[in-house]
């Protein structure tokens, strides 16, 4: 099971961090991966990161303002969001890739998700 914390509410400009924390029964996934979700969208990856830490993979629209890491705690990874933009609203999912030995973005890859935390930012 994963479980998202850290959505909440800012203007342009600001800062946000999404935390997801996996349980004991997710495995050593090979990457763990952030997608959201606007309204009227269809879900979008965002970010990934192998569970050693080592490797990063980022949609374009993010790079640069969002960092994503792991093994700062344990069984947990952090989606660090600075320079929020209104197109960034959404709702934004944790997943585990624990089947396939690659970093990807293509969702059908991760097998656990998490319930999902809401971004808004206002312009």
């Known amino acids: 099971q994963l479980i998202e914390s850290g959505g909440g509410s800012v203007q342009a400009g600001g800062s946000l961090r999404l935390s997801c924390a996996a349980s004991a029964g997710i495995f050593s996934p090979y990457a763990m991966g952030w997608f959201r979700q606007a309204p009227g969208k269809e879900r979008e990856f965002v970010a990934a990161?192998?569970?050693?830490?080592?490797?990063?993979l980022y949609t374009d629209a993010v790079k640069g303002r969002f960092t994503v890491s792991s093994g700062n705690a344990k069984n947990t990874v952090v989606l660090q969001m600075n320079s929020l933009e209104p197109e960034d609203t959404a709702i934004y999912f944790c997943?585990?890739?624990?089947?396939?030995?690659?970093?990807?973005?293509?969702?059908?890859?991760?097998?656990?998700w998490g319930q999902g935390t809401q971004v808004t930012v206002s312009s």
């Open positions: 997943a585990a890739n624990t089947a396939w030995a690659e970093m990807t973005g293509h969702p059908h890859k991760y097998d656990y």
């Open positions: 990161v192998s569970w050693s830490g080592s490797n990063t």
